[in-house]
């Protein structure tokens, strides 16, 4: 036997679990969990003659599968070998399920192996396993190996076949499998039907999953089709085909359930479509399920998404039951508008009825307290998680270290973290950039290399990791992250962050050639890395090399006014007066000319030409709204140009006027 070998088989006896020492041994424990009845001649059985029957085994197999105890499951094994029960079909197929269920798979492959011609329980147990745990691959290979071995599926085992199907989004095998079904002739079986729609659905093979639907008598078409062909229109975001079906169903013999309007309101959370929310909200009015925990949820939800919380608390004052689920939702909403005080002045009434919120709920309050001028109320809300007992998990804690950051207290924040059990990338990608808001760089690099088992593969903590090796100057340390990088393979849409979190390094360790390789490499760069790279050319010195970028930028990505202050002082640097023209007249179209920063760089640009003064003035007086900074930049520019009596006409009007000040 692989499993357990001979001499295992000699001693395990004696060093059997409680429960079976007491009914195979004569020692006096007795269990301290009920047990399945035995048989009074058990023990006898077990002296004469090393083992006991197969009635015997039955409960004990039942204990092992429902506690999932590994020792005593162990155990028994070896027990079945002394007594030859161990080719007995029912204890091959128990014995299989069981190391599938704790986790040991290449136990129970081992234990499949062995077994001269597996039952079609003893298949299905096997695929299922590997599907379970999320090896869907290896599962469809069994499945595969179970079809060609003669031994016909069941309705349970297609099905789980194409669940990994469905997760792989492998539809020529699905389409197989659906073909073989058909062929055995389970294709009418609910069970089997739902699997088909729901692996064509999940595919985004609409138009196969629509043609399936079809094809099963629409009389007999159980509510679940109905909402999984709804729920695939619904993900594709195809508002018609979803609206149309759910017409269809309003005028078949199955009527739409509350799942049914869930779904719909996620479609007008999609789609942004307030008016079609409406139009749902109104449906479940007229049939009287608006108050109904699921659908009033979906329903807060979807206003609180659409930015609708008006209508949301309304919602949410009707239902039946108020549930976490719903709160959440409504909570979530108002952090997204940053109304922390209404969405605080609703959690407290949810309190005071007597309703005790969960971790996530807890974790959105501590959100909303971010938002407010001062820490009190965030401090009242931790006081009271700590009263309900919460465990600080990953996820809350997240959202204190957040908090506590966004008030400037690192120390605060840092203590939640240490609290923080099975601490993950997240609270400590959040830890870090906290201390990298609040100038704490080194302390960042210590975090990061302290927990570099648990955020090595992290985009996020490597791209502050980065962050604070750039503001630290520290370019050797910069380099050994480039080079992890590179020997790492990290997924497309992180790869885009730690680019430009190298680009943003090398510039800010004034390494303009290493920026530019980085940059030259980048397969899709985004708004943020053409900006960067282009700032960290004119900061260099290597004025046409930014506009040459630049010019380059235009053709695949719009500026950010960011980028055309620093495109400006290029031209400005060069006394490229063209060049700046062609740009301002671009800012005109694109309409950033109305931007204090823009029209301040432009007016410093104007500047450098005394020809150029009046259009300096110009470009101030089209601004809306003028800070400090372009009063100054003009004033400069009279001045510099020899407009003496304008600086002072203009200086006087500036001690009469209101100054627009962006940072306050």
């Not at 060093?15 to 009074?40: D, E, I, M």
């Not at 099963?216 to 909402?227: D, F, Q, S």
């Not at 080194?442 to 502050?464: D, H, P, T, W």
Request: glycine letters at 6%; one cysteine or more; a negative charge.
């Amino acid at each position: 036997m692989v499993l357990i070998n001979s001499t295992q088989t000699k001693y395990v006896s004696t060093k059997l679990p409680f429960f079976f020492r007491t009914h195979f041994t004569n020692l006096p424990n007795k269990p301290q969990l009920p047990l399945p009845p035995l048989h009074s001649n058990t023990h006898s059985q077990l002296q004469n003659n090393g083992g006991f029957c197969f009635q015997h085994c039955v409960p004990f197999l039942q204990h092992v599968r429902d506690h999932k105890d590994i020792n005593c499951g162990r155990t028994l094994h070896s027990l079945f070998i002394k007594s030859a029960l161990d080719k007995d079909v029912f204890v091959q197929n128990n014995m299989v399920r069981f190391y599938g269920d704790i986790g040991e798979l290449e136990n129970a492959h081992k234990l499949f192996d062995e077994i001269p011609d597996p039952s079609l329980i003893c298949w299905t147990s096997m695929v299922s396993c590997y599907v379970h745990v999320g090896h869907h691959e290896v599962g469809l290979r069994l499945f595969c190996r179970l079809c060609r071995s003669g031994v016909h599926p069941n309705d349970f085992g297609f099905s789980v076949a194409l669940k990994a199907c469905r997760v792989m989004c492998d539809h020529l095998m699905g389409r197989l499998i659906h073909g073989l079904i058909v062929k055995t002739g389970f294709g009418s079986h609910d069970f089997c039907g739902a699997s088909i729609l729901h692996m064509y659905a999940e595919c985004g093979d609409i138009e196969n999953a629509r043609k399936f639907f079809d094809e099963v008598c629409v009389g007999e078409t159980c509510e679940a089709l109905w909402n999984t062909l709804l729920n695939a229109y619904v993900q594709m975001s195809d508002v018609e085909g979803a609206m149309k079906l759910f017409r269809e169903m309003g005028h078949s013999v199955v009527s739409p359930n509350r799942f049914t309007y869930t779904i719909l309101a996620k479609l007008c959370v999609d789609v942004l479509d307030f008016e079609l929310g409406r139009s749902v909200h109104g449906q479940t009015i007229k049939i009287g399920i608006e108050n109904d925990v699921v659908v009033g949820g979906a329903l807060v939800d979807s206003y609180a998404k659409l930015g609708f919380l008006e209508d949301a608390c309304k919602v949410f004052h009707i239902l039946e039951e108020k549930d976490n689920v719903a709160l959440c939702a409504l909570l979530s909403g108002f952090n997204q508008i940053e109304e922390s005080k209404e969405g605080l002045e609703i959690y407290i009434a949810f309190l005071s009825e007597g309703n005790i919120p969960d971790p996530f709920i807890c974790a959105t309050v501590v959100s909303l307290c971010s938002n407010l001028e001062t820490v009190l109320a965030g401090t009242e809300v931790h006081c009271g998680i700590i009263k309900l007992g919460f465990k600080m998990d990953s996820y809350l804690g997240s959202a204190f270290i957040n908090m506590y950051g966004s008030f400037g207290m690192t120390s605060d924040a840092y203590k939640c973290f240490l609290e923080v059990c099975n601490k993950n990338e997240i609270c400590i990608s959040a830890m870090m950039n906290n201390l990298i808001l609040n100038s704490n760089y080194l302390k960042a690099l210590e975090l990061f290399c302290g927990m570099r088992e648990v955020v090595a593969q992290s985009n996020n903590a490597i791209s502050y990791a980065l962050r604070a090796c750039g503001n630290l100057f520290m370019l050797k340390e910069g380099r050994s992250f480039h080079s992890f990088i590179i020997k790492n393979i990290f997924e497309d849409d992180s790869r885009l962050g730690l680019d430009n979190a190298l680009l943003d390094m090398y510039i800010r360790c004034r390494v303009i050639d290493d920026a530019k390789l980085v940059f030259q490499k980048m397969q899709t760069p985004n708004e943020f890395s053409w900006s960067t790279i282009i700032s960290g050319c004119s900061e260099s010195g290597q004025f046409v090399e930014a506009l040459r970028i630049f010019k380059d930028m235009l053709r695949s990505s719009k500026p950010s006014q960011f980028t055309l202050i620093s495109v400006i002082q290029a031209c400005a640097e060069i006394e490229a007066l063209d060049v700046g023209k062609q740009v301002q007249a671009f800012i005109m179209k694109v309409g950033f000319e109305y931007y204090p920063f823009v029209g301040s760089a432009l007016i410093n640009m104007y500047a450098v030409f005394k020809n150029e003064t009046l259009n300096a003035f110009t470009v101030f007086l089209s601004m809306k709204e003028r800070d400090l900074i372009s009063w100054s930049v003009m004033l400069t520019s009279w001045v510099q140009n020899g407009y003496h009596e304008e600086a002072l006409k203009l200086f006087a009007e500036f001690q009469t006027v209101p100054v627009f000040q962006p940072w306050t």
